[in-house]
């Protein structure tokens, strides 16, 4: 039987039973960097199914939604919950710069990871000169 003997934690308990704070959306922590030609993004999503996980692009606004379950069963008596459940929503506003139409995502060891490609037109290139006779203003 785990033991509760911390005054501090049953206060913190008490306290989001009353302002519901257990119920609220879970943070999705993040890093993003750009590697070569794409951008690198991963979200730290512990205990997520990735089936329950639902990534979609609008525009230039890439959504991430996931959703973390309680492991209690329906109708247990809870005695201690401090790790977040709920559903958990992030956005990012992406530029014109990426390829919106080639993200890829994988999931593993608790952290999403997306890799969205820098689109043909925004990647550097070299511009040619062409030679040719220098013409003459006519006066």
Not at 98 to 118: C, F, M, Q, W
């Amino acid at each position: 039987m785990l033991m509760r003997t911390d005054p501090f934690r049953d206060l913190d308990r008490l306290t989001r039973q009353i302002f519901d704070t257990a119920n609220r959306p879970a943070a999705m922590p993040m890093d993003a960097y750009r590697a070569g030609e794409e951008f690198v993004v991963h979200f730290d999503l512990p205990g997520v199914d990735p089936e329950s996980v639902d990534i979609d692009v609008e525009r230039n606004v890439l959504t991430v939604r996931a959703e973390r379950r309680s492991p209690a069963p329906e109708g247990a008596q809870t005695v201690v919950t401090e790790r977040p459940a709920g559903t958990a929503s992030r956005q990012l506003f992406l530029g014109d710069s990426l390829d919106t139409e080639r993200i890829d995502a994988s999931y593993d060891a608790g952290v999403l990871t997306l890799r969205i490609p820098v689109a043909e037109q925004a990647k550097p290139r070299r511009i040619r000169i062409s030679g040719g006779t220098q013409k003459q203003l006519a006066s």
